[in-house]
């Protein structure tokens, strides 16, 4: 029985005493070293000590630049071997491992892995980086406080108000702001979201030059927008700053006002003097543009090419003395509204592309004739158009369907032609059925043309009769 206890005493010292031994080994030995399951910047550090692992860590790719963000967009760089920086893991390893507990190593087994982020001890030279510091371009370029001024310029896009004291660097937060970014290891630094920037006070001569600018800016700003078809033109503070009147003849263009002393002409109620001239000039500006009867025009023909047709009676044609009149009063009101100018004759459709997609194109280089509805061409047949022998040529031009008459007789010197379907487009010239005609198209009109009319087969002519309306737009050329 005794030997049994002995042998069984022994068995126990084993069971126990092993992994005593085993724990007690491990404890020793992370005494001074990283316990079990521990990462530091993504370094592996189990069983490492302080020293290995800051020699690691300084072997990770340097902290090179400080790229410091300016307001607009532009950007400087500080680069950390011009300063002499310096860094070292040492002393916030070592209060990573004064947490350790090495004889509770066994925690980190049953627990996920420890990682953990530290940030090393970093040093510059002080005198160097207060050179790198007064080098870098937006330091050089900072003035004294009373050299930054308030005016008001006239640019390409009216009067522009420059504040050069709002958003003035403070030196002494910046310089500090830049050494608290370095020593994080900052890639990146916003020197305006972190306040380095503020604004300085001002007088009474600055403020009253700030005032004169929002009457000016009020003045400027138009509400008045104009619409022809798709396109719309709004009146910009380029257009209306020239609608100033200067006082005492002097130049309203001045190119800085530094004083709050007003150069404008003012009426009894202290408002801005508008230029009426100048206001009337715009709106005949407006119709320059957008009067289309007898303009210039670019049309794509249907046999490919573009071709430019000048004169005619179809088009645009805007009431310039209505418009200026309507103008004049809408801006003194301070009107803010969309505005679909007066015409004195109306096309189909407004703007410079005032043709559409439904029209009818006359190639008399082709002799040919096509009618195009909603952008479809629905009817083409060949045409005989004006003698040129005889000098009838017809004439190119956009015009447009004025009238439509059935079984009328046509008169003109030696002739007299009853037609069943006739539709004038400019004058005595129209299109009509000529069942006289055997053949259309070729080159009869060279020798044999019309008097000047778009002569079309009759079965043609009448499908074309039916389906077009008055007003329709006639686009004629070679």
Same mark, same amino acid.
């Given at each position: 029985?005794?030997?049994?206890?002995?042998?069984?005493?022994?068995?126990?010292?084993?069971?126990i005493g092993i992994p005593a031994a085993l724990y007690i080994g491990l404890s020793v030995y992370y005494m001074g070293r990283f316990s079990y399951g521990t990462w530091i910047n993504g370094i592996y550090c189990t069983g490492k000590s302080v020293w290995t692992v800051n020699t690691e860590l300084l072997a990770q790719p340097e902290y090179e630049t400080l790229t410091l963000l300016l307001p607009g967009g532009e950007r400087e760089n500080v680069r950390m071997e011009d300063i002499g920086l310096e860094q070292s893991y040492e002393?916030?390893?070592? $209060?990573?491992?004064?947490?350790?507990?090495?004889?509770?190593?066994? @925690?980190?087994?049953?627990?996920?892995?420890?990682?953990?982020?530290?940030?090393?001890?970093?040093?510059?030279?002080?005198?160097?980086?207060?050179?790198? *510091?007064?080098?870098?371009?937006?330091?050089?370029?900072?003035?004294?406080?009373?050299?930054?001024? +308030? *005016?008001?310029?006239?640019?390409?896009?009216?009067? /522009?108000?420059?504040? @050069?004291?709002?958003?003035?660097?403070?030196?002494?937060?910046?310089? =500090?702001?830049?050494?608290?970014?370095?020593?994080?290891?900052?890639? +990146?630094?916003?020197?305006?979201? =972190?306040?380095?920037?503020?604004?300085?006070?001002?007088?009474?001569?600055?403020?009253?030059?700030?005032?004169?600018?929002?009457?000016?800016?009020?003045?400027?700003?138009?509400?008045?927008?104009?619409?022809? &078809?798709?396109? /719309?033109?709004?009146? %910009?503070?380029?257009?209306?700053?020239?609608?100033?009147?200067?006082?005492? !003849?002097?130049?309203?263009?001045?190119?800085?006002?530094?004083?709050?002393?007003?150069?404008?002409?003012?009426?009894?109620?202290?408002?801005?003097?508008?230029?009426?001239?100048?206001?009337?000039? *715009?709106?005949?500006?407006?119709?320059?543009?957008?009067? %289309?009867?007898?303009?210039?025009?670019?049309?794509?023909?249907?046999?490919?090419? %573009?071709?430019?047709?000048? &004169?005619?009676?179809?088009?645009?044609?805007?009431?310039?003395?209505?418009?200026? @009149?309507?103008?004049?009063?809408?801006? #003194?009101?301070?009107?803010?509204?969309?505005?679909?100018?007066?015409?004195?004759?109306? $096309?189909?459709?407004?703007?410079?592309?005032?043709?559409?997609?439904?029209?009818?194109?006359?190639?008399?280089?082709?002799?040919?004739?096509?009618?195009?509805?909603?952008?479809? #061409?629905?009817?083409?047949?060949?045409?005989?158009?004006? !003698?040129?022998?005889?000098?009838?040529?017809?004439?190119?031009? +956009?015009?447009?369907?004025?009238?439509?008459?059935?079984?009328?007789?046509?008169?003109?010197?030696?002739? $007299?032609?009853?037609?069943?379907?006739?539709?004038?487009?400019? &004058?005595?010239?129209?299109?009509?059925?000529?069942?006289?005609?055997?053949?259309?198209?070729?080159?009869?009109?060279?020798?044999?043309?019309?008097?000047?009319?778009?002569?079309?087969?009759?079965?043609?002519? $009448?499908?074309?009769? @039916?389906?077009?309306?008055? &007003?329709?737009?006639?686009?004629?050329?070679?």
């Open positions: 029985m005794k030997h049994k206890i002995q042998k069984l005493l022994r068995i126990a010292d084993i069971v002393k916030p390893l070592l $209060a990573l491992f004064a947490e350790q507990n090495p004889w509770k190593w066994y @925690e980190n087994v049953r627990a996920p892995a420890s990682r953990r982020e530290i940030i090393p001890e970093r040093s510059f030279d002080e005198k160097r980086f207060e050179q790198v *510091f007064s080098d870098l371009s937006f330091v050089k370029e900072r003035k004294t406080d009373d050299a930054y001024r +308030v *005016f008001i310029r006239k640019t390409a896009n009216g009067y /522009e108000l420059v504040n @050069e004291r709002e958003r003035v660097l403070d030196p002494e937060k910046c310089r =500090e702001t830049i050494k608290e970014a370095m020593l994080r290891g900052d890639q +990146v630094c916003d020197l305006a979201a =972190e306040g380095c920037y503020h604004d300085l006070p001002l007088d009474e001569e600055m403020q009253s030059v700030i005032d004169l600018w929002r009457r000016i800016d009020a003045f400027q700003t138009c509400g008045v927008r104009y619409r022809f &078809g798709k396109e /719309e033109v709004r009146l %910009t503070p380029d257009i209306v700053c020239d609608w100033l009147v200067a006082q005492n !003849d002097t130049s309203s263009d001045e190119d800085v006002l530094t004083t709050g002393e007003n150069p404008f002409l003012v009426d009894e109620n202290g408002e801005f003097t508008v230029d009426r001239e100048k206001l009337e000039a *715009f709106v005949d500006s407006l119709a320059d543009r957008y009067d %289309t009867v007898g303009a210039e025009r670019a049309f794509h023909a249907t046999r490919g090419d %573009t071709v430019t047709i000048t &004169g005619g009676t179809y088009g645009n044609r805007i009431d310039r003395k209505a418009e200026k @009149e309507y103008l004049y009063q809408a801006f #003194c009101e301070r009107r803010t509204e969309v505005r679909d100018p007066v015409y004195l004759q109306e $096309a189909r459709q407004k703007g410079r592309d005032d043709i559409g997609d439904t029209y009818i194109e006359i190639d008399m280089g082709e002799q040919h004739l096509y009618y195009y509805e909603d952008g479809k #061409c629905v009817l083409d047949t060949p045409v005989v158009t004006g !003698d040129m022998l005889r000098r009838r040529d017809t004439p190119p031009m +956009v015009c447009y369907v004025y009238a439509k008459q059935r079984n009328r007789t046509l008169r003109g010197p030696g002739y $007299a032609s009853f037609v069943k379907y006739w539709m004038p487009v400019k &004058g005595g010239i129209g299109i009509h059925d000529a069942r006289w005609r055997d053949e259309f198209g070729g080159e009869i009109y060279k020798t044999k043309g019309s008097h000047g009319c778009i002569n079309t087969p009759e079965e043609a002519m $009448a499908q074309l009769y @039916e389906r077009v309306e008055i &007003g329709t737009p006639v686009v004629m050329f070679y």
